[in-house]
């Protein structure tokens, strides 16, 4: 899925697991005027994309990525991610910094622990009916109406007829992030339940000195939306009223 001028700086962004490239059209629809938006199915997960599921931790993802910029005609890009997809984005612009120019990432995997008492959680609450586990997993902005939110609803639909990964995030070491050179936003939810976003928000300015954290008080896994603060690092314009 594509939009925005053809002309405008490319953004590849990369959903979450048990999502789709669906899942951008809003943000998409609000970067169009400044931005050219490409969201991807990634591979192992809902829509299009290949099935396979490569282990995570070596090169197959950086080199799938290689293949759909190539794909794309596209040389440099900035990056979006979310949880899987954040991941995903932080191992890419690690492997290929030159290529990635600007990376904002939403409750990425990878740099905090990954939590294994809601999964427990998740498995006593399955005889319930997977719309409450699912929601007890996205936390708030899922209760506040999971089908009237594009995540949301593309998470519940795909919870039925959808195998998650059972594999935990290998989290990156410090040499690892210190070669994110580029501009880095990281948005955290402040009541993430499968992350630990503390210990995410510490590392970054520890590791990254481009990175700014961004945390949203009471938000969960699945975050409000949040178009217009990373549209801010995508065209530079928070970096830029700092230095003014």
Known sequence: MAGG????????VLHGSGSNAARWRGEIAGWARHRRGYAVDVIGEPGPSAPSRPPMGTE???????DVLRALSLSRVAMVGESLGGWLAL????????????????????????????????????????????????????????RDTAPGRFALL???????????????????????TMPVLAILGGREALLDSR???RRFPDTVPTARVQQ???AGHLLPDRTDAVLD???GSTAESRRA
Not at 123 to 136: E, K, N, Y
């Open 60 to 66: 197959a993802y950086a080199l799938w990525l290689d």
């Open 158 to 180: 795909g919870s039925g007829h959808f195998r998650y990964r059972r594999q935990r995030f290998p989290v990156f070491d410090d040499a690892t992030l210190r070669r994110l």
């Open 233 to 235: 690092v995508l065209t």
């Open 91 to 146: 191992d890419y612009a690690a492997r290929r910094p030159e290529r990635v120019t600007r990376l904002a990432v939403l409750n990425p995997g990878g740099v905090g622990r990954q939590r294994i008492g809601v999964l427990l959680k998740a498995i006593l609450l399955r005889p319930l009916g997977r719309r409450r586990t699912l929601l007890s997993m996205l936390g708030p902005a899922a209760r506040d109406g999971v």
């Open 216 to 218: 949203v008080p009471g």
């Open 5 to 12: 001028p053809e002309d405008a700086p490319p953004v590849v």
């Open 199 to 201: 210990q995410t928000a």
